[in-house]
């Protein structure tokens, strides 16, 4: 490895912020996980959240929740996942809502 | 997380094992690219030697020299026949997909380009590189490829995944212990990947110098070269039962502790071309177990499989393009090697994958059919043209007739380690029901009974 730069380097990984919100830049296979370990306990069939997959809207649906309503979210949960772990979940949603060409439910 | 540290590069060289998560190379890379060989070009202004040493592996030249069924011969997936798609020889733009590499199409490809070899495949750390465009390898479209390059780092299993659990075109296709379950398992799925425990990545056991990635599937590493095992960390007495380990000279490892593959996401465990390109699927399809899709024909799927299990010493034999079948009797299309008596040879676990092939009637081989592209299978469902074209642009003769034969495939079980509060124990091959055919592997019967009537 030849690296010429001498400098300090955070390694967390870039956000991505200049990116637009659910359509792209996130990690959708790492949102499928993410979504499981937080969102799921409440989102199951019965459970208090009601049951939710990215089946549950259109792709322009969760464009719409994320940038309008995701404030009114019941709860401390979106509060307490970091930037780009929501990017992650929010792309999984939309990579396999409704009328995507992938649609899936959380299996 | 693992490995990850806020270090203040005093010399201008950091080492590697401090940069799994990826280091920021937003300050080396700027841009603009307007295609992937330009991402490459930035690459080598500082890691030519990687790219070098990359070019060498099996991942960039899909052939190595080995030991083919007695003949020693270059030997891959650039040649070789599978239980799927069959050959890659004349549907190189669909099979580049997973290679590491930009725009290998036909036999003009330049194997020394180094702006070829694609890095960010296995180096993209932000999860939105996609290759999956039946176009040769390049990247789809709307890959920001200055993101994904600022964002470059050690490969994580999503990275390996991305081809080795998707290959055979769906997820788990092919290998069954290999899917995009493991890009985030948990400790019931995988005990050394579980994401919230050990979360190993591939290259924790699959170790890697200069590139060189140690393991190898079963039917493209005939010669057991480089192959890894458990014992690189357990020891051959890794039981605390006495009984257990006198186990270990003959069983592997993953026989008992890998008691099911397909956790969770369901593999192919058959594959029919005969029924191929028929307008209504087959009476049997219920779209969950059995399946049908025109270009593919009549498959079915698992999930929760219990392995096959057979003797085998590391090597493997193969069909060979060209060799001669029986169309009665099932051809094995991938097969290990190792028997009872050869002492080298231990039990291991198999996914043991069948279909049903299109062969010559006339010269008995089967046939490299030409699936991929406008004259192709998939889109002409035409078997008798696409024949002609497969079969020539591989140099082969066709008699014109054609049929189908069955096949049988072996895939190596390694991966889906389960807790080992769910082992397999005594009974589950000692007991009545037990899961060894004891006569096939070459017992006389179950080895326990003929302990306990000695007595």
Same mark, same amino acid.
């Given at each position: 490895?030849?690296l010429?730069?001498?400098?300090l380097?955070?390694?967390?990984?870039?956000?991505?912020?200049?990116?637009?919100?659910?359509?792209e830049?996130g990690n959708?296979r790492?949102?499928?996980?993410l979504?499981?370990?937080?969102?799921?306990?409440?989102h199951?069939? &019965?459970?208090?959240? $009601? %049951?939710?997959t990215?089946?549950?809207k259109?792709?322009?649906?969760?464009?719409r =929740?994320f940038?309008? #309503?995701?404030d009114?979210?019941? &709860?401390?949960t979106? $509060? %307490?996942?970091?930037?780009?772990?929501?990017?992650?979940?929010?792309?999984?949603? =939309?990579d396999h809502? #409704?009328?995507?060409?992938?649609?899936?439910t959380?299996? | 997380?693992?490995?990850?540290?806020l270090?203040i590069f005093a010399?201008?060289f950091c080492?590697g094992?401090?940069?799994?998560?990826g280091?920021?190379h937003?300050?080396?890379?700027?841009g603009?690219?307007?295609n992937?060989t330009q991402?490459?070009?930035?690459?080598?202004?500082?890691h030519e030697e990687?790219a070098?040493?990359?070019?060498?592996?099996?991942?960039?030249?899909?052939k190595?020299?080995?030991?083919?069924?007695?003949?020693l011969?270059?030997?891959?997936?650039e040649?070789?026949?599978?239980?799927?798609?069959?050959?890659?020889?004349?549907?190189r733009?669909?099979?580049?997909?997973c290679?590491?590499?930009?725009?290998?199409?036909?036999?003009?490809?330049?194997?020394?380009?180094?702006?070829?070899?694609d890095?960010?495949?296995?180096?993209?750390?932000?999860?939105?590189?996609h290759?999956?465009g039946?176009n040769?390898?390049?990247?789809?479209?709307h890959?920001?490829l200055l993101?994904?390059?600022?964002?470059?780092?050690?490969?994580v299993?999503?990275?390996c995944n991305?081809?080795h659990?998707l290959?055979?075109?769906?997820?788990?296709?092919?290998?069954?212990?290999?899917s995009?379950?493991l890009d985030y398992?948990d400790?019931s799925?995988?005990?050394?990947?579980?994401?919230?425990?050990?979360?190993?990545?591939?290259?924790?056991?699959?170790?890697t110098?200069?590139?060189q990635i140690s393991g190898?599937?079963?039917?493209?590493?005939?010669?057991?070269h480089?192959l890894?095992?458990?014992?690189?960390c357990?020891d051959?007495?890794p039981?605390?039962?006495f009984?257990?380990?006198?186990?270990?000279?003959?069983?592997?490892?993953?026989?008992?502790?890998i008691?099911?593959f397909?956790?969770?996401d369901?593999?192919?465990?058959?594959?029919?071309?005969s029924?191929a390109g028929?307008d209504?699927?087959?009476?049997?399809?219920?779209?969950?177990?059995?399946?049908y899709?025109k270009?593919?024909?009549?498959?079915?799927?698992k999930?929760?499989?219990?392995?096959s299990?057979?003797?085998?010493n590391?090597?493997?034999g193969?069909y060979?393009?060209?060799?001669k079948?029986?169309?009665?009797?099932?051809?094995?299309?991938?097969?290990?090697?190792?028997?009872?008596?050869?002492?080298t040879?231990?039990?291991?676990?198999?996914?043991?994958?069948?279909?049903?092939?299109?062969y010559?009637?006339?010269?008995?081989?089967f046939?490299?059919?030409?699936?991929y592209?406008?004259?192709?299978?998939?889109?002409?469902?035409?078997w008798?043209r696409?024949?002609?074209?497969?079969?020539e642009?591989?140099?082969?003769?066709?008699?014109?007739?054609y049929?189908?034969?069955?096949?049988?495939m072996y895939?190596?079980?390694?991966h889906?380690?389960s807790p080992?509060?769910e082992?397999l124990?005594?009974?589950d091959?000692?007991?009545?029901?037990?899961?060894?055919?004891?006569?096939?592997l070459?017992?006389p019967?179950?080895?326990?009974?003929?302990?306990?009537?000695a007595?």
């Amino acid at each position: 490895m030849k690296l010429r730069m001498i400098g300090l380097l955070g390694l967390a990984l870039t956000a991505g912020a200049t990116l637009a919100l659910g359509a792209e830049g996130g990690n959708a296979r790492k949102g499928k996980y993410l979504y499981k370990n937080s969102c799921k306990e409440c989102h199951s069939e &019965g459970s208090e959240g $009601g %049951e939710l997959t990215p089946m549950s809207k259109t792709m322009k649906q969760w464009d719409r =929740y994320f940038e309008k #309503k995701a404030d009114e979210h019941p &709860g401390e949960t979106f $509060g %307490e996942i970091s930037e780009k772990d929501m990017k992650d979940i929010i792309q999984f949603l =939309y990579d396999h809502a #409704k009328d995507s060409p992938s649609p899936e439910t959380c299996g | 997380m693992r490995n990850i540290d806020l270090c203040i590069f005093a010399t201008g060289f950091c080492a590697g094992s401090l940069l799994t998560a990826g280091e920021d190379h937003t300050d080396y890379i700027d841009g603009p690219f307007e295609n992937a060989t330009q991402v490459t070009a930035a690459c080598l202004d500082c890691h030519e030697e990687e790219a070098n040493a990359f070019m060498t592996t099996a991942h960039w030249t899909w052939k190595r020299e080995q030991v083919v069924n007695g003949k020693l011969m270059d030997y891959g997936k650039e040649m070789a026949m599978n239980n799927y798609c069959s050959s890659t020889i004349t549907n190189r733009v669909h099979c580049s997909e997973c290679h590491a590499g930009y725009g290998w199409e036909d036999e003009t490809f330049d194997f020394t380009d180094q702006t070829r070899v694609d890095c960010l495949i296995c180096h993209d750390t932000t999860g939105t590189y996609h290759k999956d465009g039946d176009n040769s390898g390049w990247p789809t479209e709307h890959v920001k490829l200055l993101y994904v390059a600022q964002n470059v780092g050690k490969p994580v299993r999503q990275n390996c995944n991305s081809c080795h659990a998707l290959g055979g075109s769906a997820n788990n296709a092919k290998h069954g212990d290999i899917s995009l379950v493991l890009d985030y398992p948990d400790r019931s799925i995988d005990v050394h990947m579980d994401a919230g425990g050990l979360d190993f990545n591939c290259q924790d056991c699959h170790e890697t110098e200069n590139h060189q990635i140690s393991g190898g599937n079963l039917a493209t590493t005939l010669d057991g070269h480089n192959l890894i095992s458990c014992e690189q960390c357990h020891d051959s007495d890794p039981h605390g039962e006495f009984l257990l380990n006198t186990h270990t000279a003959r069983i592997a490892c993953q026989t008992c502790h890998i008691p099911v593959f397909a956790k969770e996401d369901a593999t192919q465990m058959h594959w029919d071309w005969s029924q191929a390109g028929l307008d209504e699927p087959p009476a049997e399809v219920d779209g969950k177990e059995k399946r049908y899709r025109k270009p593919i024909g009549f498959e079915i799927w698992k999930k929760d499989v219990q392995p096959s299990y057979a003797w085998f010493n590391g090597k493997a034999g193969v069909y060979l393009v060209g060799d001669k079948i029986d169309p009665e009797e099932v051809t094995k299309m991938a097969y290990p090697l190792g028997d009872i008596n050869d002492p080298t040879a231990k039990i291991h676990p198999f996914k043991i994958h069948t279909g049903k092939q299109v062969y010559d009637v006339v010269n008995k081989y089967f046939i490299t059919n030409h699936i991929y592209g406008e004259d192709g299978f998939w889109t002409t469902f035409d078997w008798d043209r696409s024949i002609r074209i497969g079969m020539e642009a591989n140099g082969m003769d066709y008699s014109g007739e054609y049929g189908f034969a069955p096949t049988e495939m072996y895939w190596r079980i390694d991966h889906m380690v389960s807790p080992k509060e769910e082992a397999l124990t005594c009974l589950d091959c000692h007991g009545d029901q037990g899961r060894m055919d004891w006569e096939a592997l070459g017992y006389p019967g179950n080895p326990m009974l003929r302990i306990s009537k000695a007595d």
